[in-house]
């Protein structure tokens, strides 16, 4: 279901939508603001719970004019500095550097030697694991199998009980829609640097 | 295009191997903030909230928990959520790394049934946790009964995969899974999320079935009771003997109560625990698993056998159909099968 059938399914009040937002965009809402805020996991759940009531009150105010997951992290961003400004305190000190992260192509990602637990390194991986929670759970189940678990096409093909062919073309269409979350999500960080 | 001269496959590889398996979200923090987005959804469009296990609709001026104004807070649910929970255990969607996340039991596996029983890493007895989800694709086909704190018996067909939201939600992800709320049904509802809508039960024995890609069509088959779908606000229902495909018609067929269409489901039943039973609920049990309709040639017999006859071993039953032959000789009794109805006679 592309994202414009989905936000309109939910304004309808169509639950099948609502599934599907739920488990397409809550995880990785989560994991968002579990990063920003120090992995206080209360404060997460207070923090996601109320952007996404909140987004869903507000949802006919989205134009559309960038992805979803684009709106829902502005309004978490949002959400966040509302909570801090309550508390009169600065917020975590762990938001990188929104444009430098955001210029970096994805060849940077795997070309560039990082030490181990910079921002930037901390930074990729949580958008590499907020695309595995966008992209569907087959397609997020071959390419864990495949890439995580090294397992051959021969035995994910014998796991969905599918000839090999399928299960590379399976394959073929998750690191498709990994890529395209993926190019989206750098993007939309982009989209949010020339706002702001 | 690619942006370098690296193969997409191998860029992706590398990112994914890098990053690493992803820590696992705790399935009671996503529960209580996709509870807590459920409601408020259900608020704007005015609808009526089924939170899965109390089916309670919302009456006009009834309070429903604010959401927006005066927020929902999830610190009284976490401190709630504490006092539930069972089991301290480590729920891992990926098997690595990261600290024990505690959880609540929503389920206990009831039978293993397949060659490749121990490769999907469960065991008989084995507690599920509110989040986990159960594949039952690895290696040769392998299917998991499963009983549900709502008291719902659950079973996973081979090559199929659920998630458990909590004990009265299940995510369907693939392939296809029967439930059974009981003779008596159960004390609370449980609904089927799929990715062609929900489909709750009214006191039922059915089975859900997606079709074979994402795309697909699904299947919902009615045994008892009836069951409803919801999908894109439309609503499609189901009763006993019914069969509904849900594609871009929405059709309903009939469907026979019993064959081979549910030899799966039989193969997959937890066994009858004859200890103090009486024979009137072993048949009963039979009746409910194979779908058969249980004739008393005499009803004399039947009320003798209600009130007398109690197995005298706590012998533990395999299936039903295996067990016939056995057991009925031996409290002197006879039997045939007719089409849906299995008749009960004296032996000669």
């Known amino acids: ?196 | 295009m690619n942006r370098t001269d690296k193969p997409e496959t191998d860029e992706i590889r590398d990112l994914l191997v890098e990053a690493g398996p992803p820590q696992p979200i705790p399935a009671a923090d996503l529960a209580a903030i996709k509870s807590a987005a459920r409601r408020e959804f259900l608020a704007q469009s005015g609808s009526t909230i089924f939170e899965g296990q109390s089916m309670t609709p919302i009456v006009e001026g009834q309070s429903v928990t604010p959401i927006i104004e005066g927020r929902f807070s999830y610190r009284p649910v976490l401190a709630i959520a504490a006092t539930l929970i069972l089991v301290l255990t480590a729920v891992w969607q990926f098997r690595t790394g990261g600290s024990p996340i505690a959880t609540t039991t929503v389920a206990t596996v009831e039978l293993l049934r397949g060659e490749s029983a121990a490769a999907i890493g469960l065991e008989v007895g084995q507690k599920i946790s509110a989040g986990e989800e159960i594949d039952t694709a690895a290696g040769a086909p392998t299917m998991v009964a499963l009983r549900m704190a709502s008291g719902h018996s659950v079973r996973l067909h081979a090559n199929s995969k659920l998630r458990l939201d909590s004990d009265g939600r299940i995510q369907l992800e693939r392939g296809a899974v029967y439930v059974d709320s009981g003779p008596n049904g159960a004390p609370s509802s449980l609904e089927i999320g799929t990715p062609h809508g929900t489909v709750r039960e009214i006191g039922t024995q059915y089975e859900v079935r997606l079709g074979d890609d994402d795309d697909g069509t699904m299947r919902v088959r009615v045994r008892e009771g009836s069951v409803s779908l919801n999908r894109s606000g439309e609503i499609f229902a189901a009763s006993r003997g019914e069969e509904l495909t849900i594609d871009k018609s929405g059709g309903v067929d009939r469907v026979a109560f019993t064959g081979a269409d549910w030899s799966w489901v039989i193969a997959a039943a937890p066994a009858f625990d004859a200890d103090g039973q009486t024979l009137a609920a072993y048949l009963t049990w039979v009746s409910r698993e194979t779908g058969l309709e249980i004739v008393w040639d005499d009803p004399d017999l039947k009320i003798d056998m209600s009130t007398h006859s109690a197995f005298s071993t706590a012998a533990t039953m395999v299936t039903p159909e295996e067990t016939l032959p056995t057991i009925l000789p031996a409290f002197g009794l006879d039997y045939r099968i007719d089409g849906n109805v299995l008749r009960v006679t004296r032996a000669d």
Request: proline share 4%; glycine share 4%.
């Open chain 1, 1 to 196: 279901m592309e994202e414009s059938q989905l936000i309109d399914g939910m304004l309808a009040g169509d639950e099948r939508a609502f599934d599907l937002f739920s488990d397409r965009f809550i995880p990785a809402l989560y994991r968002f603001a579990f990063f920003r805020l120090n992995q206080d996991r209360e404060l997460t759940c207070d923090i996601v719970q109320s952007t996404v009531c909140k987004a869903i009150a507000k949802l006919s105010s989205f134009r559309g004019e960038a992805a979803l997951m684009t709106w829902l992290c502005a309004c978490c961003r949002s959400e966040i500095a509302m909570h801090f400004r309550k508390q009169s305190r600065r917020p975590y000190e762990v938001e990188l550097n929104d444009e430098s992260f955001a210029a970096l192509p994805l060849e940077r990602y795997t070309t560039q030697a990082e030490p181990e637990g910079t921002l930037l390194s901390k930074e990729k991986h949580l958008h590499v694991h907020m695309v595995l929670d966008l992209v569907s759970p087959r397609y997020r189940q071959v390419l864990a199998w495949k890439y995580l678990e090294d397992l051959p096409v021969k035995e994910i093909a014998t796991r969905l009980a599918i000839g090999p062919k399928a299960a590379e073309s399976l394959l073929t269409r998750a690191r498709r829609s990994f890529r395209v979350k993926f190019d989206h999500l750098l993007e939309s960080r982009s989209g949010d640097d020339s706002q702001s």
